[in-house]
Structures are given as C-alpha cells and as structure tokens.
C-alpha cells in the first residue's frame, strides 16, 4: 500500500458481474486497502432451499468470496440496504464503488447516506452504461429514470456536504449484452431496425471498463465531480445490422417506423413486460 495515497481504502459494493472485476483489479495494484461490501441476501439458508439456481448461485458466490479473502480483501456483509447498514461497512472508508446491477441502482440513495454518516470522501455510483435521458412521448418514468435520481442526489445533496462523485458512462457492455435488446437474432442472422439507424451506439468491453475504473479510483484529485465518457468503439444500428444479417436489406431486415416502436413500448411497459427494454433500449 502506498503510504502518501490519501484515498487507500476502497470499498465495493457488489461481488458480482462488475464487482469481481473491480475487486481483483484493484486488489492486483498491491497499493489499495480494498474492501468488499456484500449483500447475506442470498446467502441465507431459507432462501437456498427455494430451488437449486440459487443454491448454484449461493455456491458461486461463497466461491468469489473464498477468492477474494484468498487475495487481500476484506469481506463485510450487510442484510438489509440501509443507510445504517452502509454506514456501518464503510467505516474508515474513504472511496466507495457501486457495482450494484439496474434493479439495484434505487439502493444507492441509502448507499450516499450512509456513506455521508461514515465519512467517506469519494463515491462512484454504478453507471457503466449509457446515460439516461427524459423522454417526453413516454407517459411514465423510463426504465433507466432512476439512475437521473441518483446523479441528481449526488450533486444536489450529497457534494454540498463534502462527499464528491464521478460518474462513468461508458456505453453498452459487450460481454451483458443480450443482442435481442438491440434487435439482433444472431442465430438466424435476421434483425428488426427501428428508423433508419442512424444514431451511433457506443460500445465498450468489460475488459477496459474494469481498467477504467482501477484508473480513475487511483487518481482521485484528478476525477472527483466529473463525468467520464469512455467507448471502445462507436457504430451506428444499420451497420452492425449490415454485419450480422450480411446485408442492409431483404428478408433479414425488419424495419419498424420510431412511432410504431413506441407504441409497442409503451403496451408492454404498462404491462411490465420485460420485452419492453428490448425496444427502449432502440430508441
């Protein structure tokens, strides 16, 4: 550990996904106190009982965190998402990163204040991904809606009071990408296209999304109360279309006017069919 670093006890919150690769990366650096912050949810044996998905996932996860022992990090658990409960595991903490999935972003307005009670100086919220924009054609919150809450929260509550942010966009995830939620159906080289497709979509591959943040956690005077904006690579939908159909036009190639989109959207949100982000994600 580096003895003149200021901000050397970081805190993860999350072992999967994203959480792992942050976790080894900056374990790996040989310079960081690195803390990993885990949810006993579905590690409870009530649960394990249920069925035996989450027994595997039970078992997978008490794997990563032999691994992660195993490597240098500390482990603390929480049971339920409290800002009690943060506060409690981000003692003597200076910076903490979200790696929580979507369904858990809301989490992390009690992850702030319990990071505000705890003195931390430095939070990362778990963006890694596209940014959120309104739309005013759909008549509730999009999907992506509270990840604004939490960007907003940062800044309006959470930096008067002395707790900085940076937030990271960088595109769609390569390796969690299900090609179905941008319209590709790869086994039969066919694809819907919404409009034209001619806005440019940013891509970025785990791998350097992990680099990225190892990066910046260790710069901190550099990146605090700044948004990041990273991609590998950047196409347009018809050209990735063009490579997976092998070919621009014909047979393979649905193509679906933006109002249509919506209103399908719109149907099966209000249903809360999980079909629906295959078509937000488009527009």
């Not at 049971?79 to 989490?107: C, K, N, Q, Y």
């Not at 785990?206 to 710069?219: F, G, K």
Request: net charge positive; charged share 20%; aromatic share 8%.
């Amino acid at each position: 550990m580096d003895p003149s670093c200021a901000f050397d006890r970081v805190a993860v919150v999350g072992t999967g996904g994203y959480g792992w690769h942050f976790l080894c990366a900056l374990l790996a650096t040989k310079r960081l106190h690195v803390r990993a912050v885990t949810s006993t949810t579905d590690t409870q044996s009530s649960l394990i009982k249920q069925s035996g998905l989450v027994k595997q996932k039970h078992t997978d996860k008490q794997k990563r965190i032999a691994k992660l022992r195993e490597l240098g990090a500390e482990i603390v658990e929480y049971d339920d998402p409290t800002s009690e409960a943060f506060a409690a595991a981000f003692s003597d903490i200076h910076t903490v990163v979200s790696a929580v999935g979507l369904s858990g972003v809301t989490s992390q307005i009690a992850m702030i204040d319990g990071a505000l009670a705890a003195g931390v100086r430095w939070f990362i919220p778990s963006e890694y991904g596209v940014a959120h924009y309104a739309s005013t054609w759909m008549p509730f919150p999009s999907p992506l809606a509270p990840k604004t809450d939490v960007d907003r929260y940062l800044r309006d509550h959470a930096m008067p009071r002395g707790l900085a942010h940076t937030v990271i966009y960088t595109g769609m995830a390569l390796d969690y990408l299900d090609p179905a939620s941008i319209g590709l159906k790869l086994a039969s080289r066919s694809a819907t296209l919404v409009g034209r497709g001619g806005t440019p979509v940013s891509f970025t591959p785990a791998h350097n999304v992990v680099q990225l943040v190892c990066d910046i956690v260790q710069r901190p005077h550099e990146m605090m109360n700044r948004t990041i904006r990273f991609a590998s690579s950047t196409a347009k939908m018809r050209e990735l279309i063009k490579v997976a159909t092998n070919g621009e036009h014909g047979e393979r190639v649905k193509i679906v006017c933006v109002d249509e989109a919506k209103a399908k959207f719109c149907e099966l949100a209000k249903h809360q069919d999980p079909r629906a982000f295959q078509i937000y994600s488009r527009l």
